[in-house]
């Protein structure tokens, strides 16, 4: 059983460990959501937030 259920999230958060990875210069919320192609950095926002 996984832990996370929805796809969606599951693909934000390997996104934001591929970034966590990456060479970027800076390494904060708002880059890594650039980076990985989401336009507004507010989901993965609210997965390092209020997600549970």
Do not use: F
Request: charge should be positive.
């Amino acid at each position: 059983m996984d832990r996370i259920a929805r796809v969606e999230p599951r693909r934000r958060i390997r996104r934001l460990v591929l970034g966590l990875l990456s060479d970027l210069p800076r390494k904060n919320c708002c880059t890594i959501a650039e980076w990985a192609g989401y336009a507004p950095p507010d989901g993965m926002q609210h997965l390092l937030n209020r997600a549970k």
